[in-house]
């Protein structure tokens, strides 16, 4: 296991004072001594769960990828066993742990650290300076108050409040549960969740985050709302105000989240429902997947849809011999084919690589700037799938008609050495076989 070297922590926020308290006179017992008692129970506490604990865990101190839930079990001996809801579990199967080592330590405060590397715990926070996961996350949570039901700890990075709640079940099982919940909801691609009184909370396409616009503009004032899952429903890290009436805790019942604790400002108990929603031009990933019929300057040619990473994107096989990435939108029920790299071509004896450029056939122009490129929109009437391609508007003065493979024997498009590879002209309509 990958040993973590940890910078020793010299001093905390007041509010986790709940070990060590500042005024030493009001304390029969010496600081130290107190500090050494508040180890000891953590401690006990952590490995008092017969069957673990369930964890919400909220990264970065803006929660801007909302939340995500763990379940862990420790061991008097310094091993932590962890499964969750984030990677490495992308395939649903919650029976894929991670067996690392932990510790408490003190300085000012006592500190549950993970201080072996867990492909869970440390996808939020990893130490790797080379990492790409860099979503300013904890792997110190410091000890703020606990008994056998519940464990409350923080962020040292970013104070968030992490919350343990100990399980009735084994780990995987209890994670298996908000896998099935979390995919099931997922894959129903909502838009958002709609209040009956109309309020509606929009969900972020890719992490676990609601945002709410008070006055109903949604070119105005909004809240973000993160959240994370539980194995019947789903949690807001504190409770919001919506239209009125406050609410932290759901149940999935029936396709909606029933909320469990609304209340209205004079404390009395409220019944909300949020039931997901989709845009009019929703159209779910799925139905792109299989054969299509590629218009291609009036040329027919049969082309297939894969799924690359699901709900966002696609393998698009074969265009002028080449496997395109295209984008998906569960907003609008929109496609997207804009420049990207595609591979190494080899013509003769020189070795290419290879780009999928936006070209102007009328202005003779090529660009091979990020984002340029085609939007596709469905123009088919009932349950016939016709995409129309057309310029997406981010190139200026040229229009983006045809494509054009490049290729440059440098991996950096626009220096050194290019050839035109393939061209292919007006891009007309993808029609679903």
Not at 150 to 168: C, P
């Amino acid at each position: 296991m990958k040993k973590l070297f940890l910078i020793p922590i010299l001093a905390l926020a007041l509010t986790l004072s709940a070990c060590v308290n500042k005024v030493e006179e009001v304390f029969d017992v010496p600081a130290s001594e107190r500090l050494e008692q508040c180890m000891i129970d953590c401690q006990k506490l952590l490995t008092s769960a017969e069957h673990g604990w369930m964890i919400q865990y909220y990264p970065s101190s803006s929660k801007a990828y909302g939340g995500s839930t763990y379940a862990a079990k420790f061991e008097a001996n310094g091993d932590v066993t962890v499964t969750g809801d984030v990677a490495p579990n992308v395939t649903g199967d919650a029976s894929k742990t991670i067996t690392s080592h932990y510790s408490i330590n003190a300085s000012s405060s006592v500190v549950l650290t993970f201080d072996t590397f867990n492909d869970y715990i440390h996808y939020w926070a990893d130490p790797d300076p080379y990492s790409k996961n860099k979503f300013e996350g904890d792997f110190e949570w410091a000890y703020v108050e606990g008994n056998a039901k519940q464990m409350v700890f923080r962020g040292i990075r970013t104070d968030n409040k992490i919350v343990f709640t100990a399980l009735d079940t084994d780990i995987v099982s209890a994670i298996q549960q908000v896998v099935d919940l979390k995919y099931s909801v997922n894959d129903r691609l909502y838009m958002g969740f709609r209040m009956a009184d109309g309020a509606e909370l929009y969900d972020d396409a890719i992490y676990s985050v609601l945002t709410y616009y008070p006055d109903g503009n949604t070119q105005g004032a909004y809240e973000k709302i993160p959240y994370a899952y539980t194995p019947t429903g789903i949690t807001f890290y504190e409770p919001a105000t919506i239209n009125g009436v406050t609410v932290q805790n759901f149940n999935w019942v029936e396709g909606s989240f029933v909320a469990t604790d609304a209340k209205t400002a004079s404390g009395a108990a409220a019944e909300v429902t949020i039931a997901g929603f989709h845009s009019e031009e929703f159209i779910h990933y799925d139905d792109f997947l299989g054969e299509w019929e590629l218009n291609q300057n009036g040329t027919i040619t049969t082309v297939t849809m894969k799924e690359k990473v699901r709900y966002q994107s696609y393998t698009l096989s074969k265009i002028g011999g080449f496997d395109v990435e295209v984008g998906y939108s569960k907003t609008d029920g929109s496609l997207s084919l804009t420049y990207q790299y595609v591979g190494r071509y080899k013509s003769g004896s020189t070795n290419y690589y290879a780009y999928l450029c936006p070209w102007d056939a009328n202005a003779g122009y090529l660009c091979w700037t990020a984002g340029n490129g085609f939007v596709l929109n469905n123009i088919g009437e009932g349950d016939q799938l016709v995409m129309e391609f057309k310029d997406n508007g981010k190139w200026g003065s040229y229009t983006t008609n045809s494509i054009l493979f490049s290729g440059w024997v440098n991996n950096t498009p626009g220096t050194g050495t290019r050839t035109n590879l393939v061209r292919l002209t007006y891009f007309k309509t993808l029609t679903k076989k």
